[in-house]
């Protein structure tokens, strides 16, 4: 990636960051936010790592969210939390390209009142 590239990257993380905590978090519960947080954090780095090498999908949020979504149904199993949750996910993950701009949304919105309450 050239250095003009990374306000981009910047910018583009920044925005999707916070929709994918927000879906993930109305997946499998406010309790899991951190590990919400934590999945997007991971992707994100296994995103530029693997973008920078000129691999960028054709939908980057997309991308982003399948990963994120795989990486928490990942850290569910190996803490051993909430089995049944991540089970779901894995079925639902398979047939999901990508929450709907709604989706987004409603999660961001639910998000912001869980944080003010």
């Known amino acids: 990636m050239s250095t003009g590239t990374y306000p981009l990257v ?4 920044r925005r999707e960051s916070a929709s994918v ?3 993930l978090t109305r997946a499998f519960g406010f309790a899991n936010v951190d590990l919400a947080e934590d999945a997007v954090q991971e992707a994100m780095v296994q995103a530029l ?8 999908p054709d939908q980057p949020a997309a991308w982003l969210h399948r990963v994120a979504k795989n990486r ?3 850290a569910l199993r190996r803490d051993g939390r909430s089995f049944e949750l991540a089970h779901e996910a894995e079925l639902t993950a398979a047939e999901d ?3 709907e701009p709604d989706e987004i949304e409603d999660s961001l919105l639910g998000m912001i009142f ?3 309450h």
């Open 49 to 56: 790592q693997s973008w920078r090498q000129g691999r960028v």
């Open 10 to 13: 910047d910018d583009f993380f």
């Open 114 to 116: 869980a944080c003010c």
């Open 72 to 74: 928490m149904i990942t």
């Open 97 to 99: 390209t990508g929450p």
């Open 21 to 23: 905590i927000a879906v």
